[in-house]
C-alpha cells in the first residue's frame, strides 16, 4: 500500500466537500503526518539488527536483481576485540567450535533519512555517508575503538566506545550533543591490543522510551554497571552495579526487560524500569541474540544451537542454528550448511509436549525402584510409561513436518529478512532467498566475510572483515 498516495487522495477529496471545523482540519493533518512518519520509519534500520528486538527484519522492498551502486573501504580492516574460537574444546570433547565473541567482525551499518552511519574499531571514529551517493558527509573521533553499531534516535546518533563514554551526536551535522562516562576516573590501560578504559561501553545502546540503556565495564575485578540516561539529555535515570559479570553483547529491551548478554558467559535479566537484576539464564554463551516478545532466544554456544527462554523463565527449545529470525507463527534460520524455514509456534508446542512427557516418563520410572515387580501398581505404572513412550514417539514422527523448506546454503555470517527475501551473508558472497519457498533468487560478490547486513528504504547495505560496505540497489531504481 502507498501510503502516501492514500493520504494525498484523502486530501484531494476533501477539497470537494463542504469545509471541516479548524480543530478537524488539524486532527487530520496530524493524521496524515503520523501516517507518512511511521511508513518511513518502519524502513529505516535504526540500530543494529533493525530495532530494539534486534529482530533482523526490515519491511522494505528491494527490487531484483541488485546492482552495486557504490563502495566504500576502510584505510584499515575491522580490529576485533577477540580473536576467533578455538579449533577444540578437549576436555569436553568438542570439535569445530561456534565463535561466541564475534560481535565487532565489521562495521555494522544503521540508516534512516537516506544517511547510513557507523562505527571504526580501526580509526575510532564514527561515520555518516549520504546513502545513495556513498558521499562521507561527516565524522566524529572518539578516544578508543567503536565496535557496536550506533543508535539512531529523534535526529540525534547514539554510540558507545571502549574509552568508556556514551556519546549523543547531532545526525545532521556529527556534533557532540553530550556524552556520559559510567567511571569516576577517565583512565587508559592496554587492552585488546588496545588502549582503552577499563570499563568500555561493550553492550551498544538501545532506546525504549526515551530511556537510552547500556553497560559500561568488562573486567569483573574493576566493576561493572547498568545505566540508564535520558536519549534528549544525556541525564541518568539510573546507574547500578553489575556483580562479577562481563557484560559483552547487544543489549536487548523489551516491555518489561532488558537483556544482558555477557559472550561466553550466561546472559542477565534486568527489570526495565529499575534496572533489578532477575536473574542469569542458561544455555551456552553467545552474543547473538533476538527477542520475540519477551522470550529471548540466543546463541550460538560451541556447537551452533540457539536456546528460547519464554519470559525471562526457564529454556523451553533449542534451535540448530546460528542466526534467526521470527515473524508470527514461522521463523528461518541457517546454520552454515543449509538456510531453513519453521512452523515455530508447532514446534515449540510439540517439544513442549515431548519434554512435559519425557518427565513424567523418568518420574514414574523412578517410582518403581524398590517395588515388588508383581504388584499390581507397578504393572499399572509399566503400562503408563509404555503409554507415554507411544506418545513421545508419535512426537517424533511429527516433528520434521514443522520444517516447511530447506535449502542448501554454506553461507554462516549473517542472517536478514525484508518484505519477501532473505538475504544470507558468506565468504566473498551474499545471496538472497524466496522466504516462502527457499529458492535462490539473487547472488551477488563482495570482498571478504558478509558479517553485517542492513536493509533501509530500498537499499541493501554489507558490511565485511575486510572493511568494506557495499550499497546495492535495484536495477530499476
Known amino acids: 500500500m502507498d501510503t502516501r498516495r492514500t493520504c494525498f487522495a484523502l486530501v484531494d477529496s476533501a477539497q470537494h466537500r463542504r469545509p471541516p471545523k479548524p480543530h478537524v482540519t488539524r486532527r487530520l493533518i496530524l493524521i496524515l503526518i503520523l501516517a507518512l512518519t511511521a511508513s518511513s520509519n518502519a524502513q529505516d534500520w535504526l540500530t543494529y539488527r533493525h530495532d530494539s528486538a534486534r529482530s533482523g527484519q526490515s519491511s522494505t522492498s528491494l527490487q531484483l536483481p541488485l546492482q552495486e551502486a557504490w563502495k566504500w573501504r576502510s584505510k584499515h580492516p575491522p580490529q576485533p576485540a577477540w580473536p576467533g574460537p578455538a579449533k577444540r574444546d578437549a576436555y569436553n570433547k568438542v570439535e569445530n567450535l561456534e565463535s561466541r565473541l564475534s560481535f565487532d ?58 574509552d568508556g563514554h556514551a556519546y549523543c551526536l547531532s545526525a545532521a551535522t556529527g556534533k557532540e ?23 568500555p ?64 558467559g550466561k546472559p542477565a535479566v534486568h527489570i526495565r524500569k529499575t534496572g533489578k537484576k532477575l536473574r542469569d539464564l542458561g544455555g551456552g554463551g553467545g552474543t547473538f541474540a533476538l527477542l520475540v516478545g519477551d522470550s529471548l532466544i540466543y546463541g550460538p554456544g560451541k556447537t551452533g544451537q540457539l536456546s528460547e527462554f519464554p519470559d525471562a523463565k526457564d529454556q523451553v527449545a533449542t534451535f540448530h542454528g546460528l542466526h534467526m529470525i521470527v515473524s508470527g507463527d514461522h521463523s528461518w534460520l541457517h546454520n552454515g550448511r543449509d538456510v531453513s524455514a519453521l512452523l515455530r509456534t508447532r514446534f515449540l508446542k510439540l517439544t513442549g509436549e515431548q519434554r512435559r512427557l519425557r518427565a513424567e516418563s523418568s518420574a ?56 519477501k527475501l532473505l538475504f544470507v551473508g558468506g565468504d566473498g558472497v551474499i545471496a538472497a532467498y524466496l522466504a516462502t519457498t527457499g529458492k535462490e533468487v539473487w547472488r551477488g560478490k563482495v570482498r571478504g566475510r558478509a558479517w553485517g547486513i542492513a536493509a533501509a528504504n530500498g537499499r541493501l547495505f554489507v558490511s565485511t572483515d575486510e572493511g568494506v560496505i557495499y550499497c546495492f540497489e535495484g536495477a530499476q531504481r
Open 201 to 264: 561501553v561493550r553492550t551498544g545502546i538501545v532506546v525504549r522510551n526515551n530511556i537510552a540503556y547500556f553497560c559500561a565495564g568488562l573486567f569483573p575485578s574493576e566493576g561493572a554497571w547498568l545505566c540508564a540516561v535520558r536519549a534528549s539529555t544525556g541525564k541518568p535515570v539510573y546507574k547500578l552495579p553489575l556483580s562479577g559479570t562481563h557484560p559483552q553483547g547487544y543489549i536487548l529491551a523489551s516491555q518489561k526487560h532488558l537483556y544482558v548478554p555477557t559472550g561466553r
Open 105 to 162: 567482525r565489521a562495521f555494522h551499518v544503521v540508516s534512516a533519512k537516506g544517511r547510513i552511519y557507523f562505527g571504526s574499531s580501526a580509526d575510532d571514529q564514527v561515520r555518516c555517508f549520504d546513502a545513495k551517493t556513498g558521499e562521507q558527509l561527516w565524522t566524529f573521533f572518539t578516544e578508543a575503538p567503536v565496535r557496536f553499531a550506533p543508535t539512531i534516535h529523534d535526529g540525534k546518533i547514539l554510540v558507545g566506545s571502549d
Open 364 to 419: 514414574l520410572a523412578k517410582s518403581l525402584k524398590g517395588r515388588k515387580k508383581k504388584s499390581a501398581l507397578i504393572k499399572k505404572t509399566q503400562k503408563k510409561i509404555e503409554t507415554l513412550g507411544s506418545r513421545l514417539k508419535k512426537i517424533e514422527k511429527q516433528l520434521p513436518g514443522c520444517v516447511l523448506w530447506t535449502t542448501p546454503s554454506n553461507m554462516r555470517y549473517e542472517l536478514i529478512k525484508t518484505k
Open 177 to 199: 550533543l553530550w556524552r556520559y562516562r559510567a567511571a569516576k576516573r577517565d583512565v587508559r590501560i592496554p587492552g585488546n591490543g588496545r588502549l582503552m578504559s577499563p570499563w
